[in-house]
C-alpha cells in the first residue's frame, strides 16, 4: 500500500484530524475524521445501513480543497 498524505485540516493543531490519503496503488481515499453524533449517523442510516465495522464521519467544509486535491490525484489512469 502506498498511502500519499494530501493533507490535514489546518484549524486541527497539533492532533491531525481531520485529514486525507490517497493510495496510490487502489486510488482510492483514505479519510480520518471526527466520529458523528449520534443525532446525524441516525439520519444516516435512514438512508444507507451502517454495518458494526463501519462509522459515519463528518469533515468540515474548510477541508473541501483538500478533498478536491485527493480526487484529482485518485482519477483512475
Known amino acids: 500500500?502506498?498511502?500519499?498524505?494530501?493533507?490535514?485540516?489546518?484549524?486541527?493543531?497539533?492532533?491531525?484530524?481531520?485529514?486525507?490519503?490517497?493510495?496510490?496503488?487502489t486510488r482510492s481515499l483514505v479519510i480520518q475524521g471526527v466520529r458523528a453524533d449520534a443525532a446525524t449517523t441516525a439520519r444516516t442510516v435512514r438512508d444507507s445501513p451502517l454495518p458494526g465495522?463501519?462509522?459515519?464521519?463528518?469533515?468540515?467544509?474548510?477541508?473541501?480543497?483538500?478533498?478536491r486535491e485527493a480526487l484529482d490525484g485518485a482519477e483512475p489512469e
Do not use: N, Q, T, Y
Request: aromatic share 4%; net charge negative.
Open 53 to 67: 465495522h463501519e462509522c459515519v464521519v463528518r469533515l468540515p467544509a474548510r477541508m473541501i480543497p483538500l478533498l
Open 1 to 25: 500500500m502506498r498511502l500519499r498524505f494530501v493533507g490535514k485540516d489546518p484549524e486541527s493543531g497539533s492532533h491531525g484530524c481531520p485529514a486525507v490519503w490517497v493510495d496510490e496503488d
